[in-house]
T-cell receptor, first 113, second 110 residues
Framework: DAGVTQTPRHEVAEKGQTIILKCEPV?????LFWYRQTKIQGLELLSY????????DGGAFKDRFKAEMLNSSFSTLKIQPTEPKDSAVYLC???????????FGPGTRLTVL | QQKVQQSPESLIVPEGGMASLNCTSS?????YFWWYRQHSGKSPKMLM?????GEKEEGRFTVHLNKASLHTSLHIRDSQPSDSALYLC??????????FGDGTVLTVKP
């Protein structure tokens, strides 16, 4: 079975650009999560979907970050406009059950110049 | 406001030794604890979960949970160089949302 897939694996953007990251969860999983990981802040939750409904939009990340779940097997994370402090690894994860193991994708490493 | 605290930040153990990692949540609503392992350049992968008071063992790995103090610990016996990684503790309520700690970097020296 395919795990969580994320594209692109690497992205370089200029400050002020709009970038879109993509995620395909494990087939049949109901919950989808977007995280950001940096050495300083660790792993931070950006958005959380259950059965395509947005459950949490990440509070402090609301203004420039927008996650959408277009269907049960595809999600996007848009960052608009990008800033250098957005440089990080963006991880997507999915889970079968509400209280269940989260399976992480390989991540997208974003560098904003 | 950090709700999951892990200690130590880093740990070096000799090959064959015992590694002990700690994690405490400050959120009294949490019911579930998870340990994830992340090798360098890779994404996190669940190692073990524990939901009830007591102890759970899987091979060389043992987790303990004290729900009254919201404290969990992970113990790795007979540590191997391949165990060198970032160990992340996470806690959740029944909403499914995980709150992660900052992690413990474990280095196993051959």
């Amino acid at each position: 079975d395919a795990g969580v897939t994320q594209t692109p694996r690497h992205e370089v953007a200029e400050k002020g650009q709009t970038i879109i990251l993509k995620c395909e969860p494990v087939s049949g999983h109901n919950d989808l999560f977007w995280y950001r990981q940096t050495k300083i802040q660790g792993l931070e939750l950006l958005s959380y979907f259950r059965s395509k409904s947005l459950m949490e939009d990440g509070g402090a990340f609301k203004d420039r970050f927008k996650a959408e779940m277009l269907n049960s097997s595809f999600s996007t994370l848009k960052i608009q406009p990008t800033e250098p402090k957005d440089s990080a690894v963006y991880l997507c994860a999915s889970s079968l059950a509400r209280v269940g193991e989260q399976y992480f994708g390989p991540g997208t490493r974003l560098t904003v110049l | 406001q950090q709700k999951v605290q892990q200690s130590p930040e880093s740990l070096i153990v000799p090959e064959g030794g015992m590694a002990s990692l700690n994690c405490t949540s400050s959120d009294r609503n949490v019911d579930y604890f998870w340990w994830y392992r992340q090798h360098s350049g890779k994404s996190p992968k669940m190692l073990m979960s524990i939901f009830s008071n007591g102890e759970k063992e899987e091979g060389r790995f043992t987790v303990h949970l004290n729900k009254a103090s919201l404290h969990t610990s992970l113990h790795i016996r007979d540590s191997q160089p391949s165990d060198s990684a970032l160990y992340l503790c996470a806690a959740s309520t029944n909403t499914g949302k995980l709150t992660f700690g900052d992690g413990t970097v474990l280095t196993v020296k051959p």
